[in-house]
């Protein structure tokens, strides 16, 4: 991976080649006049249904293909597995990013939307109101499952989480942490902007390591809770179920979440990105040397090459050092390049340029 962009005017300086966009307002009032916000709302209740539905649906059918005391359920190796499961949940979720990351951002779970929140990713409003759509969205996909399966969704618990009997609250509650920190983590590093901007394939691949973790911590998790890090699927399935200890249970699948969530967002903004919070104040001394101007090599080949030197990017030469009253910095995403003068920096960035990195 490229380092970060050395740029110059009297004096050395060096830039980072991304931007990372401005905190989201704690509270912003205009969302809720905008369509794209309610247009966002429906596409997440739309992907937590069909999240739930799915995978609700392959629990219970493995379920009634490997119960010993049906006709049809004496091989154990009848059904799709533990494997099984956790493909249809990660792969539910790869798909289902994938589709709604454009509208919504692809969030399908609270844990993840409080996560973006504390990382002031998303405001308050929507945060809430993500966190309202998705439960929604749940209830009706495992209601989906109980008005297609009915005879099958009581007989092998409505896919419900709750805590295996050989384990403790303690360990429930501390796997249910470990496996939400490690897909929030796997969100905000999926989702960087300084990924973003020095790799092109990151945005489209993103779905892909976030699905793969939800896989993974399922083949670990689900012999201990059933494995729930998404409180809306914890709390649809408990809705539609409504059995005593599945409610008894189900403080475990929303505080063990959020505290995960908690901690990546943490570890992630303050101990990882501490540094890349803000551009450096510039101020050149009378005389330095030049730093030579370097060029991310993975968007270097998409450059212009110029025949004169002008501020245009259309016209200015990449890989030669640049002019040293013409410094300037280069934020990329993906093949889209921006140029500005040193100066611009200095006293802020445009504002085309707020939500240049955001995923």
């Known amino acids: ?57 392959t629990v219970i059918g493995y379920k009634s293909q490997t119960d010993t005391t049906a006709a049809h359920g004496d091989d154990q190796c009848g059904g799709v597995g533990i494997l099984g499961i956790a493909w249809a949940f990660g792969g539910m979720i790869f798909v ?45 996909g495992v209601g989906l499952v109980k008005a297609f399966q009915r005879s099958y969704y009581k007989n092998y ?27 929030v983590y796997t969100v ?5 902007p300084k990924r973003s901007a020095r790799d092109s394939h990151v945005p489209v691949l993103a779905p892909l390591p976030i699905g793969f973790a939800v896989f993974m911590v399922h083949l670990a998790t689900i012999p201990i809770t059933g494995t729930g890090i998404n409180p809306a699927r914890s709390l649809g399935a408990a809705v539609i179920y409504n059995q005593e200890k599945a409610w008894d249970d189900q403080w475990i ?22 540094g890349a919070k803000q551009l450096k104040k510039f101020n050149p001394p009378d005389s330095s040397p030049v730093r030579n101007h370097q060029v991310p090599p993975t968007i270097a080949p998409l450059l212009p090459q110029p025949k004169t030197t002008t501020n245009s990017m259309d016209s200015m030469d990449p890989i030669s050092p640049p002019d040293r009253h013409q410094a300037s910095y280069f934020f990329t995403k993906s093949t889209t390049i921006h140029c500005l003068t040193a100066s611009d920096i200095r006293n802020s960035p445009p504002p085309s340029l707020r939500c240049f990195s955001e995923f």
């Open 1 to 57: 991976m490229a380092k970060d962009v050395g740029v110059a005017e009297h004096g050395s300086f060096t830039a980072k080649d991304y931007y990372d966009p401005p905190p989201a307002p704690l509270i912003d009032a205009e969302e809720l006049t905008k369509w794209s916000f309610y247009r966002a709302l429906i596409a997440e209740f739309i992907a937590t249904l069909l999240f739930l539905y799915i995978t609700v649906l």
């Open 96 to 140: 289902l990013v994938y589709c709604t990351a454009g509208i919504s951002g692809g969030h399908i779970n609270p844990a993840v939307t409080f996560g973006l929140f504390l990382a002031r990713k998303v405001s308050m409003i929507r945060a809430i109101m993500y966190m309202v759509a998705q439960c929604l969205g749940a209830i009706c």
């Open 157 to 183: 618990g409505g896919g419900a989480n709750e805590l295996a009997d050989d384990y403790s609250t303690q360990v429930g509650l501390a796997a249910e942490i470990i496996g939400t920190f490690v897909l």
């Open 188 to 192: 905000f590093s999926a989702t960087d």
């Open 253 to 274: 699948f929303w505080v063990g979440p959020f505290i995960g969530a908690t901690i990546a967002a943490f570890y992630h903004q303050f101990i990882l990105r501490a």
